[in-house]
């Protein structure tokens, strides 16, 4: 196998070992007598650490200019945190090891900046795609399998082979090469501040943020609690999670590979977010379980579309050595989109009830669609295959 082959393969075992205990873990908090608050923080403490620690780990990740060492001590973290939730002996307890989840997910920034050292410019797009598939993937698999896993072995078994995959992707990443990386000037507070100030690269992350307030609206949020109320059971709505993740997976492949370089990013990004909000408006008039079906692969088709092409031109005109630096930035701040989705979304629901918040979050899809077509746009690509 290649360098990129292994990395990748290495980045989709990282994905299934951080999500395969994701269906089960409110559940199991629930089954071992933790109180709804003690849930929530739970749920919370693994974003609020990546809000916290993405921009120091994509700065200090600069500094050094290195990448392995951060993503092997991130996977240590990833395998205690799921070691320290199958030995938690009491739902608080859970707080503190689900936090050392989200501070191993952080690491998600040093991925994609790696990742995108092996190839020139022109093929980023592609790139992104790659890493797009593989986070899809993982995601889709691990979530559809930790239900099962459970089923036949127990509350505990998908913390275990959390842990144990971690372990594998780390071992997968050994032999894989650091990028060459050429320093051509020193990363002081000022041009740490100068990277933060970048327009494009703000206006990218807030226009992403946006895709995470539907994404947390929606597939994470509560598009399951709207299934219930028409009738779906717990097979169903796993069935649900893996076909929107199965759209993001396909989608994902052929936006850097196929559709960017033929048509641009900028029209692929408007695409998807025009696809996002077709499938989100159907949701409140989806009266059948089989038609919600369809509105999530609808969903999942957009965002998959949307994601790489936010992701290449976060890093595209940012030179290479502070693209940590510029990535952690751009994750920080669309983090705000995947704490403010759920939070408005809830508020919205107890004052216009689940159809409004649906139809509201379509109307983000048009902004978002809008201010997409306002970027300018670098299209320096080329025709890739895998």
């Not at 089923?151 to 995959?165: Q, S």
């Not at 206006?203 to 307030?213: H, M, P, R």
């Not at 539907?214 to 609690?225: L, N, R």
């Not at 219930?228 to 717990?234: L, Q």
Request: aromatic content about 12%; glycine content about 12%; overall charge positive.
């Amino acid at each position: 196998m290649s360098r990129s082959q292994l990395y990748l393969f290495s980045t989709f075992l990282f994905w299934t070992a951080l999500y395969v205990y994701v269906p089960i873990l409110a559940p199991y908090a629930r089954h071992m007598e933790g109180s709804m608050t003690v849930v929530g923080l739970i749920i919370a403490s693994y974003g609020f650490m990546q809000l916290l620690f993405r921009i120091p780990l994509g700065i200090w990740s600069d500094r050094t200019g290195r990448w392995k060492p951060f993503l092997h001590a991130s996977l240590l973290m990833l395998a205690g945190s799921a070691l320290g939730l199958a030995w938690s002996p009491t739902p608080e307890w859970m707080i503190a090891t689900r936090a050392l989840g989200g501070l191993a997910a952080c690491s998600w920034v040093v991925w994609v900046v790696m990742y995108a050292g092996f190839f020139p410019e022109e093929r980023l797009p592609a790139a992104m795609s790659h890493l797009g598939v593989c986070s899809a993937l993982g995601q889709m698999v691990s979530t559809y399998a930790g239900g099962w896993i459970t089923d036949l072995y127990g509350w505990t078994m998908p913390f275990y082979i959390g842990a144990i995959l971690s372990v594998l992707s780390m071992l997968v990443l050994m032999p894989v090469p650091e990028p060459v990386q050429i320093r051509k000037q020193k990363l002081t507070w000022h041009r740490i501040a100068s990277i933060g100030t970048t327009r494009s690269l703000l206006t990218v992350s807030l226009i992403s943020a946006l895709g995470q307030y539907v994404t947390f609206i929606t597939i994470f949020g509560f598009v399951p609690v709207y299934a219930v109320e028409i009738g779906a059971n717990s097979a169903q709505l796993g069935t649900m999670t893996l076909i929107g993740l199965a759209g993001t997976t396909v989608a994902a492949y052929a936006s850097g590979i196929w559709l960017a370089p033929r048509w641009g990013m900028r029209f692929v990004l408007i695409l998807g977010f025009i696809i996002i909000g077709l499938g989100t408006v159907m949701i409140p008039y989806s009266e059948t379980v089989g038609i919600l079906y369809i509105a999530q692969l609808i969903g999942g088709l957009g965002r998959g579309l949307t994601q790489p092409m936010l992701m290449t031109l976060a890093v595209q005109s940012i030179p290479p050595e502070e693209r940590g630096t510029a990535m952690g930035i751009y994750q920080a701040v669309y983090a705000l989109g995947m704490f403010g989705g759920p939070v408005l979304g809830g508020m919205l629901g107890d004052w216009i009830g689940l159809s409004g918040v649906f139809l509201s979050t379509g109307l983000i899809c048009v902004i978002g669609a809008v201010w997409s077509g306002l970027l300018r746009v670098e299209n320096k690509m080329v025709i890739s295959d895998w």
